[in-house]
Structures are given as structure tokens and as C-alpha cells.
């Protein structure tokens, strides 16, 4: 869901935050307000492709900014997918700053981003239907996920067991990859391989080795140094010969003072106790000291074979990897290689096999798709028809075409698709005797707007994307029409988030939100501002737009009465 937008140096806008909620939003105003630049900003947001014009006069750069709330297992894992970890209350901010060089700066959660991973995200934020070429009808690509999407579980469930094959059957291509080429080049690869597997064998390496070499060369190459301050240390603590007053001497005659007095009281017992503990440690630690000394000698042929040793393990690390665990992996990835080399045409035929197998199980599984698919169509056409009558298309036909594309390549294989073998496709028809065509070559902005209504309201339980933008919907229908769209939004709203540009009343009656877009003259530009009505305000508002700018005594009455109807319904 959008929660919030800000926009800075947009059009008419110098700066601008705009808060929604859930439920119904509809923004009115006055023409050529800035309502639509509202929507235009929201897609340069969103990532969509923008021109600099876009930009205010006399600024260098223009920003938009959304705070969404997130709450789809989709959007998490393209998230995680992309590297950006998704934040404990579950908001996520979208950034994106225009210059008039053409450099864009894009942001997911404050990190930076390509303006294209920008806009495969807000594919799955928000669904935009206005007067241009960015609705998503126009795309034939999301023609067959709303007719799956209609087709619920029954074709959902199909759609599990096609994609758990079809990734079965793209790994036994990607193993079959593996034996092909020159029979030359696997004997080259089978060589270095079983060189690379016997050169790391033969060094006998283990995890760890090379931290203890590397203590062991530090201990033999300043076992002078060491040897000093281990003897100097037993001196300070046992006595040098020379007869110097030891730390051990003098803790023992801590002890006897303590002992004269630890009968007295239980303080004076308690510290006899410690300084006798101390005592014991120093035993300790001077006995430590001796077996160190014995243990520090320097032999510069050990020295030698340590520093060769470590040599060889840097070098095994160059070519194979920066630990020796990654080395030890590295062997054991390279011995399953060779085993598959050795083993190739035995392995060649067993996958050939396989992907023969899965090759008609998943045509299969295919035919079931489009029979379930051509099915779900006839019904959906059926309902978009029967919801575009009251949307002032009622001689509109509406057809999803579904051709069923079952050619082989040259290997022999079908080319599944991660949706199956089907391409579907929206035709409509929009006047008597005409030809159904698909939708992007003939339909209006308006009439695509009509047709996503009333797609979106059979679909409103099954769709995921939470947040829809209608633009204008109601462009050139009636009053009867515009009622018809009010309570289809108002439908909607019940199970997504619902931002509406409109001049209708009807329909700015039913939001349960009302922002109303206003242009004022500031003394030396023209600036967009806005204003979140409240019952009042908009009250007013819907008087304005019934009776044309202006309102009067019964257009208030009148607007009080469409509000009430549809909080009622």
C-alpha cells in the first residue's frame, strides 16, 4: 500500500507531500490543476520511463519519493533476490531524482539502485490504468497471468506441477550441457582435472594448517626474543642469581604477616586465603615458564621447511582458492567433474533419456493448461462482457485468445515457457462489425481503463498487486456510467488500495478518502497545492462537480445524499 508521496520541482509542483490511505483515494480539482501530474509522478517513482520535461521550469533536477507498506511473500523475495533486506515494520521507501543532464539516482530502502530494478518492483506494488502506453493491457505478457489468476486454484495447482518439471527438465539440459563439444576438449578436461585432484592430495593439507605454521614460523624466527622474556620472567618471579629479592619471596612474607593475624577476624582470614591462592599461582606460572624455555630453540633447517611449507600452501591457495577449506571443496567439486567426464557417454544417455521423459510429461501437463485455460476464458470473457454493459460498452466482445504453440526445436524439445505452451491474448471488438483486435492496437486509454475495471473487479479476491490507479476512467462516459465505475472502485477498494483521478461525482462520492488539487498564482508562478477534505470540504466539493463549479442549495442536498448511499452499500 502507498502510504505517503513527496514531490519536489514536478510540473506546476515546488514541493508537495501527499498522504493516502487504505481503502478508496480520489483526487478532484479543477482542470489543469496538476491531478494527473499526481499519477505522473507516481510512475517516475515507480521507475517508468520519464522525460526531462518533466521537470519545473527554471530547477535543475526534480525527486519523488513513496513510503509503501509491504506485506506480500513476492515482494520479499525480490527483495532478498536484489540484496536489499526488507525493514522490521515492513515500510519500504522508493527514491528516484531526474536532472536535466539525463542522470537518474534511484533508491530502494536509502540504497542506491538501476532505475530498471526500480521498475521491475513496482510492477509488483502497484497497477497503473490511465491515458497512455504504460497500462499493463497494452502488454501481452500480463494477459495470460490475469487469465491465470482468474483460473484460481485449478490452474494454479497445474502451474506448481509444470514448474516444479520444468526446473527438473532445464537441469538435465544445463548436465546435458556438460558432455557436449569435442571429444578432444573432454580428454584435455579430464587431464587437468585428475592433475589439479592429485596436486592437492599430494600436499596433505588440512583446516588450520596454515594458521599453526604461521604461529610456529613467528615462534622459530624470535625464539631469541622469547627465549629472553621467558627468562627474564622466571627471574622477576623465582629470584635471579644474584640473590634478588623475588616476587615468590615476597608473597611468602605477605603470608606469614597474614597468617600472624587471620585468626582475629574473618576479613584478615579472607585475604590470607587470596594472597595463599596467588602463591599457587605463581608456582604455576614459573613452572609454565621453564617447560616454555625448554620448548624455545632455534633450528634454522625448521625454520626453512616451515617457510617452504606455507610457500606451498600460498601457492595452492592461488590457484584453487583463499582457504584451504575452499581448496579441499575445490577438490572435491573437481573429483565429481572428472567422475562425470569418465563416466560421460554412460551419463550422456541416461540424461537423454530423462529429458526425453520429461518432454512429454510436460507437454502433458501443458495440455491439461490449455485445456483448463480455454475453459477459464470463455467464462471471463462471459463476465468482462456482462461488466462492460454498464460501463456504457455494452456492443463491446471481448475474447482471450489462446494459441497453443506445441513446435519442436531442433533438438527435439517443445519450447516450454515458464508459463506452459499457451500465448494468450485480449481482443475486443468495441463497435458492431468490427474485427476483433488486440487491445493495445484499438482501444482507448479510456475504454483499456473500462476494460481493466471490470477485469480487476471479477478478479478483486485473486490479485495480488494491493494498490490500483485509475486515471481519468471516467474520460467521455455518463452520469449512469460514471455511478457504474463508483461502485466497481468501491468494490475493489474492499480488498486493495484504490487511488482514483476523477470529475465525476458519483465516483468521488464513494472514496473514502478526497484530495482535492488546487492551481493559485503564488505573485510570480504558477503552483499546485493540495488540500485532504474532510466532511465538509467535501461535501462542498461534490456540490462543485455535479452542478459545474459551483454549488448550490440542492447540489449540496444532492451530494450529501450520494455519500450517504454509498457508505450504505
Not at 331 to 360: C, H, M, P, W, Y
Not at 533 to 560: C, N, Q, V
Request: proline content about 1%.
Amino acid at each position: 500500500m502507498l502510504m505517503q508521496l513527496r514531490i519536489r520541482n514536478i510540473a506546476l509542483i515546488d514541493e508537495l507531500t501527499v498522504d493516502f490511505t487504505d481503502g478508496m483515494n480520489c483526487l478532484t480539482g479543477e482542470t489543469g490543476a496538476g491531478k494527473s501530474i499526481i499519477i505522473d509522478a507516481i510512475q517516475c517513482m515507480l521507475g517508468f520511463r520519464t522525460s526531462k520535461e518533466l521537470i519545473k521550469t527554471g530547477c535543475d533536477s526534480a525527486y519523488t519519493e513513496g513510503v509503501f507498506y509491504i506485506d506480500d511473500s513476492e515482494i520479499s523475495a525480490f527483495l532478498d533476490e536484489i540484496g536489499i533486506e526488507e525493514e522490521e515494520d515492513h515500510t519500504l521507501i522508493l527514491q528516484r531524482e531526474l536532472s536535466l543532464s539525463g542522470r537518474n539516482v534511484c533508491r530502494i530502502n536509502g540504497r542506491l539502485t538501476a532505475v530498471s530494478l526500480l521498475r521491475q518492483l513496482g510492477d509488483l506494488l502497484i497497477d497503473i490504468h490511465g491515458q497512455n502506453e504504460n497500462q499493463s493491457l497494452t502488454k501481452a505478457g500480463a494477459h495470460i497471468k490475469l487469465l491465470d489468476a482468474y483460473g484460481g486454484p485449478e490452474i494454479g495447482n497445474l502451474k506448481i506441477k509444470y514448474e516444479t518439471l520444468l526446473k527438473e527438465f532445464q537441469e538435465l539440459r544445463h548436465s546435458l550441457e556438460k558432455f557436449s563439444g569435442d571429444p578432444k576438449e573432454r580428454e584435455r578436461l579430464a587431464d587437468l582435472y585428475a592433475y589439479q585432484i592429485d596436486e592437492i592430495e599430494k600436499a596433505n593439507i588440512y583446516v588450520g594448517e596454515d594458521d599453526e605454521l604461521n604461529e610456529k614460523r613467528m615462534i622459530l624466527a624470535n625464539s631469541e626474543k622469547i627465549t629472553e622474556a621467558l627468562s627474564a620472567s622466571k627471574e622477576v618471579i623465582n629470584g635471579g642469581e644474584f640473590g634478588e629479592t623475588s616476587i615468590v619471596d615476597q608473597i611468602a612474607d605477605v603470608n606469614s604477616f597474614l597468617s600472624s593475624i587471620a585468626g582475629y577476624s574473618d576479613e584478615y582470614h579472607e585475604l590470607l586465603s587470596r594472597i595463599e591462592e596467588v602463591s599457587y599461582l605463581l608456582e604455576d606460572i614459573a613452572s609454565d615458564l621453564r617447560s616454555c624455555m625448554d620448548q624455545v630453540t632455534f633450528d634454522k633447517n625448521e625454520l626453512d621447511e616451515t617457510e617452504e611449507r606455507i610457500n606451498a600452501i600460498y601457492k595452492l591457495k592461488r590457484k584453487y582458492g583463499a582457504t584451504i577449506q575452499e581448496i579441499l571443496e575445490y577438490a572435491a567439486n573437481t573429483k565429481t567433474l572428472l567422475d562425470e567426464l569418465i563416466l560421460g557417454e554412460e551419463s550422456v544417455n541416461r540424461i537423454l533419456k530423462q529429458l526425453e521423459e520429461r518432454n512429454e510429461e510436460l507437454r502433458t501437463l501443458c495440455e491439461d493448461l490449455n485445456f483448463t485455460r480455454v475453459r477459464a476464458a470463455k467464462k471471463l470473457a462471459e463476465q468482462v462482457m456482462a461488466e462492460l454493459e454498464s460501463l456504457e460498452m455494452s456492443k463491446a466482445k471481448f475474447y482471450a485468445e489462446i494459441i497453443f504453440d506445441d513446435e519442436k526445436d531442433q533438438n527435439g524439445y517443445y519450447n516450454f515457457t515458464k508459463s506452459g505452451l499457451d500465448r494468450v491474448e485480449f481482443l475486443i471488438s468495441a463497435n458492431p462489425g468490427e474485427p476483433l483486435k488486440p487491445l493495445a492496437k484499438i482501444a482507448s486509454g479510456g475504454e483499456l481503463s473500462r476494460i481493466m475495471l471490470s477485469i480487476k473487479t471479477i478478479l478483486a479476491d485473486a490479485d495480488r498487486i494491493s494498490t490500483l490507479i485509475f486515471d481519468e476512467i471516467d474520460t467521455g462516459i455518463s452520469g449512469k456510467a460514471a455511478k457504474s465505475v463508483a461502485q466497481k472502485l468501491k468494490s475493489i477498494s474492499r480488498n486493495h488500495q484504490v487511488i482514483c483521478v476523477t470529475h465525476h461525482a458519483q465516483i468521488a462520492a464513494a472514496a473514502d478518502h478526497n484530495i482535492y488539487i488546487r492551481k493559485s498564482f503564488n505573485g510570480t508562478s504558477t503552483v499546485t497545492t493540495i488540500e485532504t477534505l474532510d466532511e465538509a470540504a467535501k461535501i462542498k466539493e461534490i456540490s462543485r462537480l455535479l452542478d459545474g463549479d459551483s454549488e448550490s442549495e440542492i447540489t449540496t442536498i444532492h451530494a450529501k445524499e450520494l455519500i450517504a448511499k454509498f457508505r450504505t452499500n
